[in-house]
């Protein structure tokens, strides 16, 4: 029953080689946001897409990209990997009354 | 922007008995405050929220209490249950709705038997 899919679950990338992770959802919600969870912090918003217009947060680098070619699917691009980068990726949407839901996340690793 | 302070970071309680998390907010403009339970290697769960123009809310075993004057909110949990025992996380959003959560630095809930 998961409404909010996100692939890999675990994904290994090189220094510099770009990656890019996937979420889609059955839920039709028109929010789609991106967090970045390190290990033991809090996830913090990367950027969010309300139907198709993007909003990033000012603390997100450029290394970071986002495309939503439609409502079910977001993707999330990271250009020049570093090592700094290495966290478990969170998508959630919304349908903007408050409430998200959560995917199940994909745990990056950086070699 | 929005900053979320949370306390304590590490809360350690006796099965049965109750559990209070405390979390601040900075920007009046939040209206929407949810509580996620997030276990070790999952994805955050939604437990309970509210919203600005609500003081109290509850669901069972959990409540949460908000006041907007001083701009805190605190999750309560009743006859703790070893299952309770997880990272939980306060988050605020402004706009109480499209917009992006701001979550507090989390506090781990250890259930002693």
């Known amino acids: 029953d998961a409404m909010v899919i996100q692939n890999p679950r675990y994904q290994v990338t090189q220094f510099g080689k770009p990656v890019t992770l996937s979420c889609s959802q059955t839920?039709?919600?028109?929010?789609m946001y991106w967090y970045q969870q390190k290990s033991s912090q809090a996830p913090k918003l990367l950027f969010h897409?309300?139907?198709?217009?993007?909003?990033n947060e000012a603390d997100t680098p450029d290394n970071f990209q986002s495309r939503r070619p439609n409502t079910s699917f977001c993707f999330l691009d990271i250009r020049s990997p570093g090592l700094g980068d290495a966290a478990m990726y969170l998508c959630?949407?919304?349908?903007?009354?408050?409430?998200?839901?959560f995917g199940s996340g994909t745990q990056l690793s950086v070699l | 922007g929005e900053n979320v302070e949370q306390h304590p970071s590490t809360l350690s309680v006796q099965e049965g008995d109750s559990a209070v998390i405390k979390c601040t907010y900075s920007?009046?403009?939040?209206?929407?405050f949810p509580w996620y339970k997030q276990e070790l290697g999952k994805r955050p769960q939604l437990i309970i929220d509210?919203?600005?123009?609500?003081g109290e809310k509850k669901d069972q075993r959990i409540a949460v209490t908000l006041n907007k004057t001083a701009k805190h909110f605190s999750l309560h949990i009743t006859e703790t249950q070893p299952e309770d025992s997880a990272v939980y996380f306060c988050?605020?959003?402004?706009?109480?709705?499209?917009?992006?959560?701001?979550f507090g630095k989390g506090t781990h809930l250890i259930i002693q038997p």
């Open positions: 959630a949407t919304s349908r903007g009354t408050g409430e998200k839901a």
């Open positions: 839920l039709n919600h028109n929010v």
């Open positions: 897409y309300y139907d198709k217009d993007f909003n």
């Open positions: 988050a605020a959003s402004i706009g109480g709705g499209a917009d992006g959560l701001t």
């Open positions: 920007d009046s403009a939040s209206n929407y």
């Open positions: 509210i919203r600005s123009n609500v």
